[in-house]
């Protein structure tokens, strides 16, 4: 009896415990952007009815749970906070919190130093662990933004090269590691995400820059980048426009900008913007209209831009926008110099009749979804409508002046174009490992049509054909493109990721039309016309590969190194161009090569900024000009495939806020010194041209300086930069003398040196700059032909001053 009652008891006891039992809930943080491991977090279960917090590697765990449903919350600094429900049903259980950074629209001062000059693993539904990337907060910086002034806006970007020819910054020409800065051709050109230029494939040139007040950042990814936007050399440059505000209905932000040269008032900027959200719906939308003068006679210009913004949450985790982009230029050229013409005055001009106009319409629309916070898609739809038209005045010998009475010779082209690009990014995770996989796929279709004839006698901006029936060229161009691409993040531990990639590419170009020459006599008069009809294609498919790694031994550092192939086609100007002094090889082909990055900077850090790396540049079939002889033995620029080109060098970007470090206390003070610096090494290491082979690659200054500092006490700041560059070739020959056209020559070493100064008052915020303060005279540019040909001289010493009123 005794036996059966103890057998009851222990059944019973055992029964109740089942009932009753205990549990564990054990989970990891991580972060979405880079997927590391998130430490000191706040885990909470229903509404805190038990707390705890993250350890070192991200983890967290709940004892003595009893079986039952749970609401986890997660909050951590920089994040936005989590929430989700687990079961809890007869075993321990496991869990993975993903936590997304925030991402806040708030002004970063200068006193606060962006803690990455680089992007995240993860941002914006793209992928950037392993590649070299920079990142420009407008807001941080100290710059002249009414002109866009390129050499200060990028001077924590090393090794660009940039044109400067135009003081109102209406187009942005940069380009870096030996890739022609022209239009900033050689990099993927996009506004939010979309392209922006003429052609991406067939016309890759910028005719648009957005105007820097209206920018909140811009980003910068070196040719590894070619997997995900394209197949460039040069990589992608990211222009970011500004959000919404999220707190207010309507804010009002008015900016008026005077400038001149030391005499008169030569420059006037306004630009208003207006933000806000209602609800579900948000806007942004500015208008800029800036006029001036120029530093040399006949460069005016008038430049209207217009942006418009609207977004709607349909729900928490769905999203669509629509942007609107509208821009409209018309400018004065006051043509190029031969040497001997820099050397006598810089600010000469013997071009009154030089013209050129853009129109630039563009609309797209972003498609956003987050499936769950594992699973989102991105889609952006997004077309083109322009032209640039050119007239002017533009003999072979630049000295010769325009006596007025000859038709000049008119450019033409319209542009057409409409694509989309899907994006798919899915986290997930192998043996408890998070990783990260982005699929996506994109097409694109343009049409194009460029024409080149004679143009009227007159002075003024007339774009129409004289009624000769007579036409230089006349062109249409077809461009298709379908491309896939796929990245995976794999990370392995908490240090180390590794990130392979894959791009495929279709690509199908056409040109259908003709071309003519004409011959007159002595008198003037029309003895002979040519006309020529044509029709040329081309089609092909190929595949990128890449891989990138990340090894991160401590929280602050970070070791990066990637290797990606890299393709340019012929472009359209490859296929057909008539200029007086330059001939196209008709069997040029596309080019192809690599980019390698290997480099070391610092993750995180706020007082002391870092990132040096070692790049290698191959690039084979490069396309460039150099001088020959023609059939009528007259002397020419071919444009053709030079050879094989190697650029190799050290690039480097430091900053150290030296005030914070020698009196830590002085909260209100920041005294920061910052140095950018390059150093190529190029050659042409093969070449079918005697005269190329073993020389200089054109456009590589083998020294690439920047530096300065900026300081700031509450509310005001200020900053210094000196810039410096090395001599460097302007074509493949290595020509030293410009000669009577000055399109081709060394274009000289030179520094600058620029001011700013900022303040702000309630709602009032007053701006000074000087540009180039010591008035050095310079040139950074041979143009071959518009807006020259031959030398264009930089701007001289310029003074500006702003005023802005938020409210």
Avoid at 166 to 172: P, R
Avoid at 431 to 441: E, S
Wanted: proline content about 3%; glycine content about 8%.
């Amino acid at each position: 009896m005794n036996k059966f009652l103890f057998l009851f008891i222990l059944f019973i006891c055992f029964s109740t415990s089942e009932l009753v039992a205990q549990h564990r809930l054990t989970g990891r943080v991580i972060a979405a952007n880079d997927s590391t491991h998130v430490a000191g977090c706040t885990v909470t279960l229903n509404n805190g009815a038990f707390i705890t917090s993250t350890d070192s590697s991200g983890r967290f765990h709940f004892k003595d749970l009893e079986n039952g449903t749970y609401v986890v919350n997660t909050y951590g600094i920089g994040f936005i906070a989590n929430e989700q429900t687990v079961v809890v049903n007869g075993k321990n259980k496991h869990i993975n919190v993903l936590l997304q950074p925030e991402h806040t629209d708030d002004v970063i001062d200068i006193t606060s130093t962006t803690s990455n000059s680089h992007l995240e693993d993860v941002e914006d539904m793209a992928i950037y662990a392993g590649k070299k990337s920079e990142v420009i907060i407008l807001d941080s910086l100290v710059v002249n933004a009414a002109t866009n002034n390129a050499r200060q806006v990028y001077a924590r970007v090393p090794g660009l090269n940039i044109w400067e020819n135009e003081g109102a910054g209406i187009q942005l020409s940069i380009g870096g590691r030996g890739l022609d800065p022209n239009r900033t051709s050689n990099f993927n050109v996009r506004q939010n995400g979309y392209d922006i230029s003429a052609d991406a494939l067939g016309y890759p040139e910028s005719y648009y820059t957005p105007p820097v007040e209206g920018l909140e950042r811009i980003q910068v990814i070196r040719g590894a980048a070619s997997l995900q936007y394209g197949t460039q050399f040069g990589g992608m440059l990211n222009f970011i426009i500004r959000k919404p505000v999220p707190d207010k209905r309507i804010q009002l932000v008015a900016r008026q900008t005077v400038g001149s040269y030391g005499s008169k008032p030569a420059f006037s900027n306004t630009f208003v913007s207006l933000s806000g959200t209602q609800k579900k719906l948000s806007y942004y939308t500015y208008f800029q209209y800036k006029t001036g003068n120029g530093w040399r006679p006949n460069s005016d210009f008038d430049v209207y831009n217009y942006y418009g913004n609207v977004n709607y949450q349909i729900s928490k985790r769905t999203s669509i926008g629509f942007d609107l982009t509208l821009m409209s230029y018309l400018a004065h050229q006051p043509g190029g110099l031969s040497d001997a013409m820099f050397k006598a005055d810089p600010r000469q001009s013997n071009r009154e009749r030089n013209w050129f106009q853009v129109n630039w319409r563009m609309a797209a629309i972003h498609f956003n979804h987050k499936f769950n916070d594992s699973n989102e898609v991105n889609v952006r739809v997004f077309g083109l409508l322009a032209n640039r038209y050119s007239i002017g005045f533009r003999p072979n010998r630049v000295a010769t002046i325009d006596d007025g009475t000859t038709e000049r010779d008119l450019i033409k082209g319209a542009f057409k174009n409409i694509g989309a690009e899907a994006r798919y990014m899915k986290r997930y995770h192998i043996a408890k490992q998070y990783n990260v996989l982005l699929v996506g796929g994109r097409v694109y279709y343009g049409n194009n049509v460029s024409t080149q004839g004679q143009g009227s006698k007159g002075s003024d901006a007339d774009f129409d054909y004289t009624p000769t029936n007579f036409m230089t060229y006349d062109y249409m161009f077809l461009n298709h493109n379908v491309s896939l691409f796929a990245e995976n993040i794999f990370y392995l531990g908490n240090k180390v990721s590794v990130t392979p990639g894959l791009r495929y590419e279709y690509i199908y170009t056409s040109a259908d039309g003709y071309y003519g020459s004409i011959a007159y006599d002595l008198a003037g008069n029309i003895i002979n016309q040519t006309r020529t009809d044509e029709f040329r294609s081309s089609a092909r498919q190929f595949i990128l590969g890449g891989i990138g790694v990340s090894y991160k031994p401590i929280p602050k550092m970070n070791f990066y190194g990637n290797i990606s192939q890299n393709y340019r086609s012929i472009t359209f100007s490859d296929m057909r161009i008539s200029n007086p002094s330059s001939v196209i090889d008709p069997d040029m082909k596309d080019e192809k090569g690599f980019t390698t990055d290997i480099g070391l900077r610092s993750e995180g850090t706020k007082r002391f900024i870092y990132d040096g790396s070692f790049f290698i540049l191959n690039y084979n079939n490069r396309i460039g000009e150099y001088l020959t002889a023609d059939a009528s033995n007259r002397v020419v620029r071919e444009r053709t495939n030079i050879g094989q080109a190697v650029m190799m060098g050290v690039e480097c970007y430091l900053e150290y806020d030296v005030l914070k470090a020698i009196v830590p206390v002085a909260k209100n003070w920041t005294g920061i010194l910052f140095t950018n610096s390059a150093y190529i090494h190029s050659q042409y290491v093969a070449s079918g041209i005697t005269a190329v082979q073993g020389n200089e690659v054109e456009f590589v200054p083998k020294f690439n300086f920047k530096g300065g500092a900026r300081a700031s006490y509450k509310k005001f700041k200020a900053s210094f930069q000196y810039s410096y560059l090395t001599e460097q070739f302007s074509d493949a020959t290595n020509a030293v003398d410009g000669g009577v056209s000055g399109v081709v020559g060394i274009i000289p070493s030179y520094y600058i040196m620029d001011l700013g100064f900022s303040y702000e008052y309630r709602i009032f915020k007053l701006e000074a700059n000087i540009n180039n303060f010591t008035n050095q005279y310079y040139f950074t540019r041979r143009a071959t032909g518009y807006p020259g040909p031959g030398i264009l001289p930089s701007d001289g010493r310029a003074f500006y001053l702003t005023l802005q009123v938020k409210i």
